[in-house]
């Protein structure tokens, strides 16, 4: 069977460096928010291109805590995409806010930029993208609007860790970015881990005592916090693991290349790249399919394991049955129709011509 994603053969290619990522961090007596820490948002924020990161205990936290840091809240309004993973939608949820949906763009799954400025009005306070399946969006334009009516722009990177967009990388384009480094992303951690970015100074000021309490000095309390850290044991295995992130990337980005130009069967719709080839880090490759059933099925039987990022759009989710009624069909059909197929850092080309072999050869029904 071709897995969709061997966890376990990505993260012992680094078998030394984390068993003694784990010795040093045991040895040197400290746990929370250290060197270790320190050392990485240092490195992090130097890859993206950002004045500061800030280490924090996943993605949802992420953005929930610069929402919240920004006092958006009860009464006010966030855009973003209708078609995206249930945590962007929750990191707005979560600080009483309320969600406006915007439909995405058919070709490149992200929000459609031309559909964002008609769904502002006075209490939108932010447009929260998302660089879904790890595209970038095309910020250009979403910028624009933001700067037009004041807004501010906050990046879901959860997917998209060192995607460029017109040279910058993500993360550092908008005004602070949430990353995810849950395992199975592009920088994943063995457990759970995520990052803020930003070169907001005061906004970094502000994080970085609400991550830990709302405390800047022990048992001084400025605001009313959170806990969520990064654990000091997951940031130099992440750090040993950043340096091989664009060659990672550049590796899913192969497998890609060859999918796309070997896989011809006029029953799929594969994914288009609209910027230059590194706006795009191919977190998952994603193909739409009429019978997505059928064609699972088919490739199972064929020894090669497919998933559906995601089944149920965030809309028509038992969280969100106030907006049951709602109409997002490009959303829909992009849930009804998608498909992943296997890529990794360390899938093998040889298996990729397999899976397109196999592909060429499906006849839907
Ligand atoms: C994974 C993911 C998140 C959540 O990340 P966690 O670290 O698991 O909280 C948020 N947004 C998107 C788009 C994701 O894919």
């Known amino acids: 069977m071709i897995s969709f994603l061997d966890l376990k053969k990505i993260n012992l290619r680094h078998e030394k460096e984390i068993m003694e990522s784990v010795e040093k961090v045991l040895h040197s007596g400290w746990y929370i928010l250290g060197e270790e820490v320190k050392g990485f948002e240092q490195k992090y924020a130097e890859y993206?291109?950002?004045?500061?990161?800030?280490g924090v205990a996943n993605c949802l936290d992420a953005l929930e805590l610069i929402i919240h840091a920004y006092g958006i809240g009860e009464h006010d309004e966030v855009i973003v995409p209708s078609n995206t993973y249930i945590a962007s939608i929750l990191s707005v949820s979560a600080n009483g806010a309320t969600p406006i949906l915007v439909e995405p763009d058919l070709n490149t799954y992200n929000i459609d930029p031309a559909l964002i400025e008609e769904k502002i009005t006075p209490r939108t306070k932010a447009i929260l993208v998302v660089h879904?399946?790890?595209?970038?969006?095309?910020?250009?334009?979403?910028?624009?609007?933001?700067?037009?009516?004041?807004?501010?722009?906050?990046?879901?990177?959860?997917?998209?860790?060192g995607a460029l967009y017109k040279g910058k990388r993500v993360g550092s384009i908008g005004d602070a970015a949430g990353f995810s480094f849950y395992p199975g992303k592009n920088l994943g951690a063995l457990g759970d881990g995520g990052a803020i970015t930003t070169s907001d100074k005061e906004l970094y000021g502000k994080l970085h005592a609400l991550r830990n309490y709302g405390s800047k000095k022990k048992y001084e309390n400025l605001f009313k916090g959170?806990?969520?850290?990064?654990?000091?044991?997951?940031?130099?295995?992440?750090?040993?693991?950043?340096?091989?992130?664009?060659?990672?990337?550049?590796?899913?980005?192969?497998?890609?290349?060859?999918?796309?130009?070997?896989?011809?069967?006029?029953?799929?719709?594969?994914?288009?790249?609209?910027?230059e080839p590194e706006s795009h880090v191919w977190h998952v490759y994603p193909i739409r399919t009429g019978n997505r059933?059928?064609?699972?099925?088919?490739?199972?039987?064929n020894g090669i394991q497919t998933l559906i990022h995601y089944p149920i759009p965030p809309h028509k989710q038992a969280a969100y049955k106030e907006w049951g009624h709602l109409n997002y069909p490009i959303s829909e059909q992009i849930h009804n129709e998608i498909v992943s197929l296997p890529i990794s850092p360390v899938f093998d080309l040889e298996d990729a011509r397999y899976v397109a072999e196999v592909i060429n050869r499906y006849e839907a029904i």
């Open 293 to 301: 059933e059928h064609f699972m099925n088919y490739m199972n039987e």
């Open 48 to 54: 993206c291109g950002t004045e500061y990161c800030l």
């Open 132 to 161: 879904l399946y790890g595209q970038a969006c095309d910020m250009d334009p979403i910028m624009e609007i933001a700067k037009r009516y004041d807004l501010k722009v906050i990046e879901d990177c959860a997917q998209a860790h």
């Open 226 to 275: 959170y806990n969520s850290r990064l654990d000091e044991l997951q940031a130099p295995i992440l750090l040993e693991k950043l340096k091989w992130l664009d060659q990672d990337n550049a590796h899913r980005r192969d497998i890609a290349e060859y999918y796309s130009s070997s896989i011809i069967n006029p029953n799929l719709t594969l994914p288009l790249v609209l910027g």
